[in-house]
């Protein structure tokens, strides 16, 4: 069973970075694939990239390719999304997740973990 606590969420200027952490609990962090999706409000739960479990392997949602990256730590049971030239459309609570996809999924049905949530705020 895997734990996930996301944090690194706040209130940025349109243009500007944030970067977004997903720690992780458990010694087989490094057997799962990674996910990021956003939800805003009154819309449905959205895939934003997603990372294999070695890190080889990635993948985004074409509203942010290019402007973000997912990356992983293994040794450190950690996640990351870097978030640059950040939109007001980027605006939306992220979560991390965790799935045993040998192939990262795009839907969250793909995976069995979750994290809390933490909220991204992009002004304009």
């Known amino acids: 069973q895997v734990q996930l606590v996301e944090s690194g969420g706040g209130l940025v200027q349109a243009g500007g970075s944030l970067r977004l952490s997903c720690a992780a609990s458990g010694r087989t962090f490094s057997s799962y694939a990674m996910g990021w999706f956003r939800q805003a409000p009154g819309k449905e739960r959205e895939f934003v990239a997603s990372i294999s479990w070695g890190g080889g392997s990635t993948y985004y949602s074409d509203s942010v390719k290019g402007r973000f990256t997912i990356s992983r730590d293994n040794a450190k049971n950690a996640a990351y999304l870097q978030m640059n030239s950040l939109k007001p459309e980027d605006t939306a609570v992220y979560y991390c997740?965790?799935?045993?996809?040998?192939?990262?999924?795009?839907?969250?049905?793909?995976?069995?973990?979750w994290g809390q949530g933490t909220q991204v705020t992009v002004s304009s």
């Open positions: 997740a965790a799935g045993t996809r040998t192939v990262p999924a795009r839907s969250p049905l793909g995976y069995e973990y």
